[in-house]
């Protein structure tokens, strides 16, 4: 039990143009979803932590507008990267906090590619 | 949250023990220890976490030192597919945050 799933699991796009990540939460109920970034030999950095039927807060330095993020039900948040740059290639990792036990579940992760 | 210190790579032999040190010398007495581990290109897996006392699951043990300034991360038969970056993390257990620091990474060798 205790899966989440990213979709897709890769996506290159063109400068300029927004790409949507979804995070499922396969057979629990996320109440909470995370949302992290991950740049080539670094570790994981939180960007913002989405509850189910509220807005997103955002870490220190993580653009909001830039980056929205939508948590409309409990087994689902979705990343939108909005005109994406170079820049923002990395690895985005989605996680999602069951009520019982509270576990952080992680996704597999969403290879972003900005050319 | 307490900040741990990890050492920032280490080798093992294939099917030996691993043992992962971990510092959190300002740990505070309501916060757990809990290990992740993420494989390359993966996202993080949950290893194993405990309080006060050593926990053993299917994938490790974790010994605790009794002041709780330090922990160890055991995998008893490492195997290549344990190759991976190991976090160790310390945080209250209703607190929804994981800060991640940079790990350990383990190398397993044939």
């Known amino acids: 039990g205790a899966v989440v799933s990213q979709h897709p699991s890769r996506v290159i796009c063109k400068s300029g143009t927004s790409v949507k990540i979804e995070c499922r939460s396969l057979d629990f109920q996320a109440t909470t979803m995370f949302w992290y970034r991950q740049f080539p030999k670094q570790s994981l950095m939180l960007m913002a932590t989405?509850?189910?039927?509220?807005?997103?807060?955002?870490e220190q330095g993580v653009e909001k507008d830039k980056f929205l993020i939508n948590h409309a039900s409990l087994t689902l948040s979705t990343l939108t990267v909005t005109s994406a740059h170079p820049e923002d290639s990395s690895f985005y990792i989605c996680?999602?906090?069951?009520?019982?036990?509270?576990?952080?579940?992680f996704g597999p992760g969403t290879r972003l590619t900005v050319t | 949250d307490a900040k741990t210190t990890q050492p920032p790579s280490m080798d093992c032999a294939e099917g030996r023990a691993a043992n992962l040190p971990c510092n959190h010398s300002?740990?505070?007495?309501?916060?757990?220890v809990y290990w992740y581990r993420q494989i390359h290109s993966q996202g993080p897996q949950y290893i194993i976490h405990g309080l006060k006392n050593n926990e053993t699951n299917e994938m490790a043990s974790l010994i605790i030192t009794e002041d709780r300034k330090s922990s160890t991360l055991i995998l008893p038969h490492a195997t290549l597919r344990d190759t991976a970056v190991y976090y160790c993390?310390?945080?209250?257990?209703?607190?929804?945050?994981?800060?991640f620091g940079a790990g350990t990474t383990v190398t397993v060798r044939a």
């Open positions: 993390i310390v945080r209250v257990m209703y607190d929804y945050k994981l800060s």
């Open positions: 996680s999602a906090r069951s009520a019982s036990p509270y576990e952080q579940y």
């Open positions: 300002t740990i505070s007495g309501n916060e757990y």
């Open positions: 989405s509850n189910e039927g509220s807005k997103a807060t955002y």
